[in-house]
């Protein structure tokens, strides 16, 4: 396994990342989480993502927050939290059930970290991320009617600012370590960079954002943010929702799979993507290569990328994508791939 210092902290985390979303709803129990949670330890993973949100299957008033009961569960039992690279979330607005749907302001902010501590059983978080911004954004497939000059404009500086004094006291308190961001954009990674250097507050040193085969937003822009100011990319759905693996390819929906309980994966299982995954499972089959490991060691491949975060409902999944890190794609699989890329170049 290797590490990657995130962002300008003092902390290593591997290469991959393990997800967490689907355990405690209707994809994962428990003794499933422990048991990829032992493995991939075992295996040399220290990151673990989660959030306030989690399990997302389904998203529920009821399932609410139980992805870090059992994530402090396994603390408790195993003694591991010094072990372990924590990485947790704030909702942003739009969920009725999570503080009435409002923006994350700062009561909510401190309301949920403390609750996050207590589900997570420990008393600091190593990287606080903020879900998704209060402001309108294009990502969660909003790309194809995002306009906000159809939206009454807020002061979103200021909002920025707010979020950030509200961490430096989390911070000051010992609460959190770092920093983080999730479905952000450009400009609003800047703006936390450059208010935090203004004001003195915490700087951000990470982003959590798709990233996939399919979906290569962070190659253009968020690639500078990253090489100038040191924010890594956490790429979430490397495998774009399963996608990549093939499962899905000519209208198949295996039992059990994501699709069969959460109907189009976010939106990403639609027929333009069908002629660009078939392409990609092509290359693979060609090459001798494992789809979903080839998906995956093409992340790893980016110079922008902290870590890849892989999520897994089977431990038969959870050692095919853990073993990407032992796969180095030939020149001749980067040229077949680019290509591809250049023909379908945003099929979700």
Known sequence: ??????????????????????????????????????????????????????????LSPETYGGTEEIIGNWFEKTGKRKDIILATKVAGPGRPYIRDGRP?????????????????????????????PNRPHFHFRQAWDFDLYQKPRTDAAADILMIL????????????????????????????????????????????????????HHDLDMA???????????????????????????GQVPAGSRASINGNLGGRLQPLQEPAVKAYVEIAGKHGLDPSQMALAFCLTRGFMASVI?????????????????VTLSDDVLKEIAAVHRQYPMSI
Not at 106 to 115: F, N, P, T, V, Y
Not at 310 to 326: R, S, V, Y
Request: with cysteine; aromatic share 10%.
């Open 1 to 58: 396994m290797k590490y990657n210092i995130l962002g300008r902290t003092d902390m290593s985390v591997s290469e991959i990342c393990l997800g967490t979303m689907t355990w405690g709803g209707g994809q994962n129990t428990q003794d499933d989480a422990f048991a990829q949670m032992d493995y991939s330890v075992d295996q040399g993973v220290n990151f673990f993502d989660t959030a306030e949100l989690y399990p997302t299957t389904p």
């Open 104 to 132: 994350a302001d700062a009561a909510g902010i401190r309301e949920a970290l403390d609750l996050s501590l207590k589900r997570l059983k420990t008393d600091y978080i190593d990287l606080y991320q903020i879900h998704w």
């Open 165 to 216: 004094e509200t961490l430096d006291e989390a911070v000051k308190a010992g609460k959190v370590r770092a920093i983080g961001l999730s479905n952000e954009t450009t400009w609003g990674t800047q703006k936390f960079l450059t208010l935090s250097e203004q004001k003195g507050l915490p700087r951000v040193a990470s982003v959590q954002n798709e990233y996939n085969l399919l979906y290569r």
């Open 224 to 250: 500078e943010v990253s090489y100038y100011e040191d924010v890594g990319l956490l790429s979430y759905s490397p495998l774009a929702a399963g996608l990549l693996s093939g499962k899905y390819v000519g």
């Open 310 to 326: 892989i999520g897994a409902t089977t431990m038969e999944q959870l050692k095919t994508d853990i073993a990407a890190k032992d």
